[in-house]
């Protein structure tokens, strides 16, 4: 267990600090509830796992050798985060808006494909924290098991934080501009994604 512990710790930081997927999850979290945000969260978390389970087993290594790769994903990113920004800046809660629900299970599990943060968190965990003590297989389960079980409670506290908000957010004008400072991040990290 004290192998792990440094395994779930970072884990942990990855999956509870800022990045797309949280901003994502704060705005449907806001705007449609916990329950609206959930088919998202288990998007991400499905995602998240089958793509750190596709880099302990090798996929990691390839996109390193094939730089080309990697900066597609990184415009791919950057560019459905500005279109989700665009969507998001325009839904009101409690009334349909640009978007009738949060976006769902594909979505979130689609976008870890082209979510830099995800990328960093899958290759990292491949390289560093894969147990030399397992064999491939089980060693590439346990790390993406471990991540999936500690990131579903760190990036649900983030549509939880969206929900308790939503109070606030009950004149027009807040939820405006709300979703335009969700907006706004959205696009400031995919500007960052293109650095």
């Known amino acids: 267990m004290t192998d792990l512990l440094p395994l779930m710790t970072y884990c942990l930081v990855m999956s509870g600090t800022p990045g797309p997927n949280n901003v994502m999850l704060t705005t449907a979290g806001a705007n449609f509830g916990y329950r609206g945000a959930l ?28 730089p080309l790769a990697q900066q597609v994903l990184r415009v791919g990113g ?12 325009g839904a009101r809660i409690s009334e349909a808006g640009a978007l009738d629900r949060a976006p769902g299970f594909v979505h979130g599990a689609l976008f870890q494909l082209v979510n830099p943060k995800s990328w960093l968190k899958a290759i990292t965990l491949a390289s560093v924290f894969m147990p030399a003590w397992l064999s491939p297989w089980p060693a590439a389960l346990l790390v993406a098991t471990l991540g999936a079980l500690v990131g579903f409670p760190a990036i649900s506290m ?12 009950t004149r027009p004008r807040a939820q405006r501009l709300f979703n335009l400072a969700m907006g706004g991040t959205l696009v400031v990290l995919a500007l960052l994604i293109l650095r």
């Open 39 to 66: 088919p998202q969260i288990l998007g991400i978390v499905v995602g998240g796992f089958l793509l750190t389970l596709a880099c302990c087993l090798g996929l990691g290594t390839l996109f390193l050798a094939y």
């Open 78 to 89: 950057a560019l459905y985060l500005v279109w989700l920004a665009w969507k998001l800046t």
């Open 158 to 169: 983030w549509a939880l934080f969206g929900m308790a908000i939503r109070r606030v957010l």
